[in-house]
C-alpha cells in the first residue's frame, strides 16, 4: 500500500510566509508589523501581512487557494464635513498599494522546492471593521509524492 505524502493547509501557508520572508518584505516595504499565519495580533496598529487559507485540495495535483492579506492603519487627521472634526476612517490607499505590489511581484509565478504560486486575483481593498486591508488571493500547486 502506498503512503501518501501530501502537504497540509498550514505547511502550504508556511512556504508562502517563506517565500515572502526570503524576499525582505520587512526591509523592502519598511513594513512596521509583522508577516503571520491566520490572524493579526489583537488590536495591532502596525502594517502587517496575513496568510489565510481559503480551499486546499488532496488530489494528486494538490491545488490550495491563499488570501495575502495587508493591513495598514487608517490616515490620520483628515478633514471631515464637520470642520471641527478629524476623519481616522479613510484607507492608506497608497501605501497598502506599495507593500501590495512589491507581494504580487515577489509571489507571481513563484517556483520554490517542490511547490508553484500564481496570483489568482489581482487584489482588492476590503473593509475590515473601522480600518480596511488589502487582499489578494494566490493559488498553490504541489505535486503529491506518494511512496510505494
Given amino acids: 500500500m502506498a503512503t501518501k505524502v501530501f502537504k497540509t493547509a498550514v505547511q502550504a501557508m508556511d512556504d508562502i510566509k517563506d517565500v515572502i520572508e526570503m524576499a525582505d518584505v520587512m526591509t523592502n516595504t519598511f513594513l512596521t508589523g509583522e508577516i503571520r499565519i491566520m490572524n493579526r495580533r489583537l488590536n495591532s496598529d502596525k502594517e502587517d501581512i496575513v496568510i489565510n487559507t481559503i480551499v486546499v485540495s488532496a488530489?494528486?495535483?494538490?491545488?490550495?487557494?491563499?488570501n495575502v492579506n495587508t493591513h495598514v492603519?487608517?490616515?490620520?487627521?483628515?478633514?471631515?464635513?464637520?470642520?471641527?472634526a478629524t476623519d481616522t476612517t479613510q484607507p492608506?490607499?497608497?501605501?497598502?498599494?506599495?507593500?501590495g505590489?512589491?507581494?504580487?511581484?515577489?509571489?507571481?509565478?513563484?517556483?520554490?522546492?517542490?511547490?508553484?504560486?500564481?496570483?489568482?486575483?489581482?487584489?482588492?481593498?476590503?473593509?475590515?471593521?473601522?480600518?480596511?486591508f488589502y487582499g489578494f488571493t494566490v493559488k498553490y500547486t504541489y505535486l503529491r509524492r506518494d511512496k510505494n
Fill in 59 to 66: 488530489e494528486q495535483i494538490t491545488e490550495g487557494y491563499f
Fill in 73 to 84: 492603519p487608517n490616515l490620520k487627521n483628515q478633514l471631515a464635513a464637520n470642520p471641527t
Fill in 92 to 99: 492608506n490607499i497608497q501605501r497598502m498599494q506599495e507593500i
Fill in 101 to 132: 505590489s512589491f507581494l504580487m511581484e515577489v509571489i507571481d509565478d513563484y517556483r520554490g522546492f517542490d511547490f508553484i504560486l500564481q496570483l489568482d486575483s489581482g487584489g482588492e481593498i476590503v473593509p475590515d471593521g473601522k480600518n480596511w
